[in-house]
């Protein structure tokens, strides 16, 4: 079992910067794969970015060029940075692990979820 707690949500003006955070309770040799999901109200779960633990990274054309995956091995812990955002980035966030190397963008297969974290972006 894996837990996964996200922090760093919160209100921000458009054009505003928040980094999240997702730490991993502990790190098994299977579970190579961190993503960052969210859902706004009405609309299906989505991938925003995702990262393997020994390199790559994955971002979905939404969020190119302003938002930041990163993570800090040490501390079994990923990031998002999310730069100039956009009242359209308001959602909930969460942060996802699965048991496998390879990246996919399919909630359903990533096998532990955090409890989510708040993003509201306003004009």
């Known amino acids: 079992q894996v837990q996964l707690v996200e922090s760093g949500g919160g209100l921000v003006q458009a054009g505003g910067s928040l980094r999240l955070s997702c730490a991993a309770s502990?790190?098994?040799?299977?579970?190579?794969?961190m993503g960052w999901f969210r859902q706004a109200p009405g609309k299906e779960r989505e991938c925003v970015a995702a990262?393997?633990?020994?390199?790559?990274?994955y971002y979905a054309d939404s969020v190119k060029g302003r938002f930041t995956i990163s993570r800090d091995n040490a501390k079994n812990t990923v990031y998002l940075q999310m730069n100039s955002l956009k009242p359209e980035d308001t959602a909930v966030y969460y942060c996802?692990?699965?048991?496998?190397?390879?990246?996919?963008?399919?909630?359903?297969?990533?096998?532990?979820w955090g409890q989510g974290t708040q993003v509201t972006v306003s004009l």
């Open positions: 996802a692990t699965r048991e496998s190397v390879v990246v996919t963008t399919t909630p359903w297969e990533y096998d532990y």
């Open positions: 502990r790190r098994t040799s299977s579970s190579q794969v």
């Open positions: 990262i393997r633990w020994s390199g790559g990274t």
